[in-house]
């Protein structure tokens, strides 16, 4: 089965500093994968996709098959990214659930 | 993009009741899925709600625990049956608009938060 690792429960990070959320796959296929973020007492909400290869809010991810991995980078962080992340996967296309990882919290200081 | 709210936003409840959670999408999706995520723990994918047909349940999860229906194409429910304390979790609902700028994006509910006495 398909699996979705965060190794970090908590990431803490000056403003201005570069930001890296890690997120590692494992599944034999070519799989989409996702950054969902939740906002303190806001919905999950989606922030990227690998297809779409857009900076959204400064960030990006770049999926790496060879790694299996798609590590979410922002190379100044902000205060408002104070957030929880989660990587997600999926693997049948719209009719299909995601898999989530356990998430990132991610707390920037200022 | 999808708008979707659920009721309730939480409850308590006791040990052997059942509660019914609704999930309402202010457009149409293609698919519909139920999510659970328990204290400290990821989000699982407890089923596929599909319209007009039994749901598909994931490895863990079944029909007589976790009921669920989707009468249309804007509507879900989830009910969680005969609940212990190990049933408190957040419930989710999740949806995919049909077309739109970002084809087969999941948008979330703000998710029900249940407790188990």
């Known amino acids: 089965a398909q699996r979705v690792t965060q190794p970090e429960k908590l990431l803490s990070v000056f403003k201005g500093a570069p930001v890296e959320l890690k997120c590692n796959y494992s599944y034999s296929g070519s799989p989409e994968l996702f950054w969902y973020v939740q906002y303190s007492r806001q919905r999950l909400q989606l922030l990227l996709r690998h297809i779409s290869r857009e900076s959204i809010k400064g960030f990006t991810a770049d999926l790496n098959k060879g790694e299996t991995s798609f590590h979410l980078k922002k190379p100044f962080a902000q205060e408002e990214d104070s957030a929880m992340y989660y990587c997600?996967?999926?693997?049948?296309?719209?009719?299909?659930?995601?898999?989530f990882g356990k998430g990132t919290h991610l707390i920037i200081q200022p | 993009s999808a708008v979707i709210s659920q009721k309730p936003s939480r409850d308590i409840c006791q040990r052997g009741t059942s509660l019914t959670i609704q999930c309402q999408v202010d457009s149409q999706v293609t698919m519909m899925f139920w999510y659970r995520q328990q204290p400290g723990q990821s989000l699982t994918l407890i089923a596929t709600?599909?319209?007009?047909?039994?749901?598909?349940?994931e490895s863990g999860f079944v029909i007589d625990k976790f009921p669920i229906s989707r009468p249309n194409l804007t509507f879900s429910t989830l009910t969680v049956s005969n609940m212990s304390p190990e049933d408190s979790s957040i419930y989710l609902c999740s949806g995919t608009p049909l077309g739109g700028h970002l084809p087969d994006t999941q948008y979330f509910g703000p998710g029900t938060r249940l407790t188990v006495l």
């Open positions: 997600a996967l999926r693997i049948g296309g719209g009719a299909d659930g995601l898999t």
């Open positions: 709600a599909n319209q007009g047909s039994e749901a598909t349940y």
